[in-house]
C-alpha cells in the first residue's frame, strides 16, 4: 500500500518559475524523505525532513512538514531545465514507503 | 565508479526461468533493500537486510527470495519467472535507521 501520495501527478512549468509538490500520508512517521528520479535512472536523495522538524532547506529547495494535518510540501525556487525529473515523497517507519511521484517538467 | 552497482542492467528473459538480480555496494552499509518500480505506482519494498545475518519480507515479496552473502552483496532471485514481474528493480542501501537510502541504476527486466 502507497504511504504517501504525491500532489499533483504531472506538472509543467517555464524556467524561472517555483514548483511546488505536495505530499500527504496515513500514519505516523519518524521522518519523511523527498527524492528525485531522472527518467530511468536510480533515485536520488534530496532531503530527509525529521518529524520534530518543521521545515527545512538545501539550496533551492524548501520543505515544510505539518504532522498534524500528515502533509508535506516540496517547493523547488527558481527552477531550471535540469530539473525536470519525477519527484517521490517517501515516509519512514523502519523502512521506507513511497509516494506514486509527480513529474515534473520545466521548459527552457 | 558507483557506490550501488546493480547487474544486469537490462534482462530478457522467459516464463518459468530462474533469475538472480545482483547488488554490491562500496558504501560500507549494513542495511540493504530491494525494491521494484511499475509505471505509475512508485516504488515498492520486497526485501530487505539490516546486517549480513537478517532478512525480512517487504510488501510484496512472493515469487521472490534473497541472499545477503555478505556486507556488500545483497541478490534477489525470481525462481520460476512470470510476465508480471516485468518492472525495473532497483537495489539501495543505508547506513542505519532514519538515514537517507543510496540506489543503484537499475535493472530493467522483461519477463516474455
Known amino acids: 500500500s502507497q504511504q504517501g501520495e504525491e500532489d499533483p501527478q504531472a506538472l509543467s512549468i517555464q524556467e524561472g518559475e517555483n514548483a511546488t509538490m505536495n505530499c500527504s500520508y496515513k500514519?505516523?512517521?519518524?521522518?519523511l524523505q523527498w527524492y528525485r528520479q531522472n527518467s530511468g535512472r536510480g533515485l536520488v536523495h534530496l532531503i530527509l525532513?525529521?518529524?520534530?522538524?518543521r521545515e527545512k532547506h538545501s539550496g533551492r529547495l524548501r520543505v515544510t512538514l505539518d504532522t498534524s494535518k500528515k502533509s508535506s510540501s516540496l517547493l523547488i525556487t527558481a527552477s531550471r531545465a535540469a530539473d525536470t525529473a519525477s519527484y517521490f515523497c517517501?515516509?519512514?517507519?523502519?523502512?521506507?514507503?513511497f509516494g506514486k511521484g509527480t513529474m515534473l517538467l520545466v521548459s527552457p | 565508479d558507483a557506490d550501488v552497482t546493480q547487474t544486469p542492467r537490462n534482462r530478457i528473459t522467459k516464463t518459468g526461468k530462474r533469475i538472480m538480480l545482483e547488488c554490491s555496494q562500496t558504501?560500507?552499509?549494513?542495511?540493504m533493500y530491494w525494491y521494484r518500480q511499475d509505471p505509475g505506482l512508485g516504488l515498492r519494498l520486497i526485501y530487505y537486510?539490516?546486517?549480513?545475518?537478517?532478512?525480512n519480507k517487504g510488501e510484496i515479496s512472493d515469487g521472490y527470495s534473497v541472499s545477503r552473502q555478505a556486507q556488500a552483496k545483497f541478490s534477489l532471485s525470481l525462481e520460476s519467472a512470470i510476465p508480471n514481474q516485468t518492472a525495473l528493480y532497483f537495489c539501495?542501501?543505508?547506513?542505519?535507521?532514519?538515514?537517507?537510502?543510496?540506489f543503484g541504476d537499475g535493472t530493467r527486466l522483461s519477463i516474455l
Open positions: 537486510s539490516f546486517d549480513v545475518k537478517d532478512i
Open positions: 500514519t505516523s512517521i519518524n521522518n
Open positions: 539501495a542501501t543505508s547506513d542505519f535507521g532514519n538515514q537517507p537510502q543510496h
Open positions: 558504501k560500507g552499509h549494513d542495511r
Open positions: 517517501a515516509t519512514d517507519l523502519g523502512t521506507l514507503t
Open positions: 525532513i525529521r518529524s520534530n522538524e
